[in-house]
């Protein structure tokens, strides 16, 4: 199956624009998956529950049934970030669409980086894995700043995932060298699907480094982007290829694991 990740610039408070790019690139890319950054719908750096009051969305809401429309009338999964609000709460939240409704579900991010703590509320989802039996796929969906936890991503895949998605509004410069571990650590293809541009917002800038990166369950880069260019990335997985934890023939990774020496 393929799977593409689109790395661009959503523009700051813009959703109307934000979602005719997204519509366009949901609509022509050839692949599976589609996946999009975190907050593609907004833009990155509010900095408050007052600011982004106006701009979070229900799920289900009106945008996600037309992205609905998309994956269903052209069967692909499509993932991208937007701010939830349930209630009087706010979430970084991802929406992961499959061709059959049913299997919608939503994930709110856990660990919340920098400024996001003055405008969201901790995500209260847990980590789930869906199977969608027609693409014969396990699929983990992780946000931004979770990556930095071994926990997360070990637990998707402990839950069956062959495929972690992480949408993305990366800052730092240390994450492209430890997320092989990832992949690696949890034999699982995993696709970190960033933005690029700069977002200013109360005298303050921040630069999103792209380079959107879909990995091997060996920890191969399969497709990546450059820092600062609008790039759509491509990948072929195969699924099935994750599950046989094991390297040797005495040795499997989570079979090896003693969680009961473990001080978590």
């Not at 997320?179 to 921040?206: M, Q």
């Not at 480094?209 to 450059?226: P, Q």
Request: aromatic share 16%; hydrophobic share 40%; glycine share 6%.
């Amino acid at each position: 199956m393929k799977i593409a990740g689109i790395q661009f610039k959503p523009k700051f408070k813009d959703v109307k624009g934000n979602l005719e790019k997204m519509f366009h690139y949901a609509n022509n890319v050839v692949a599976d998956i589609i996946i999009f950054p975190e907050l593609s719908t907004t833009g990155y750096f509010f900095q408050s529950y007052s600011e982004i009051f106006d701009y979070a969305e229900e799920f289900p809401g009106s945008i996600s049934l037309q992205f609905q429309r998309f994956s269903t009338e052209l069967n692909k999964i499509i993932i991208y970030g937007f701010p939830e609000i349930q209630g009087d709460k706010i979430y970084n939240s991802a929406a992961i669409i499959f061709p059959k409704e049913q299997y919608n579900f939503i994930y709110r991010k856990t660990h919340l980086f920098y400024k996001e703590k003055f405008v969201f509320n901790q995500g209260n989802t847990g980590y789930k894995v869906v199977n969608y039996p027609d693409f014969d796929l396990n699929l983990g969906v992780m946000i931004c700043y979770d990556w930095r936890f071994p926990e997360a991503a070990r637990t998707l895949a402990l839950k069956g995932a062959d495929l972690i998605v992480c949408p993305s509004n990366l800052v730092t410069h240390i994450w492209s060298k430890v997320i092989l571990a990832r992949a690696i650590e949890n034999k699982v293809y995993l696709a970190v699907v960033n933005r690029i541009g700069r977002e200013s917002n109360n005298a303050e800038e921040l630069f999103f480094n792209g380079e959107s990166v879909i990995l091997g369950y060996n920890g191969e880069r399969l497709a990546k982007a450059s820092v600062e260019g609008e790039e759509v990335i491509i990948a072929d997985i195969e699924p099935s290829l994750t599950r046989n934890k094991a390297f040797n023939e005495f040795n499997d990774i989570f079979k090896d694991r003693r969680p009961q020496l473990y001080e978590l």
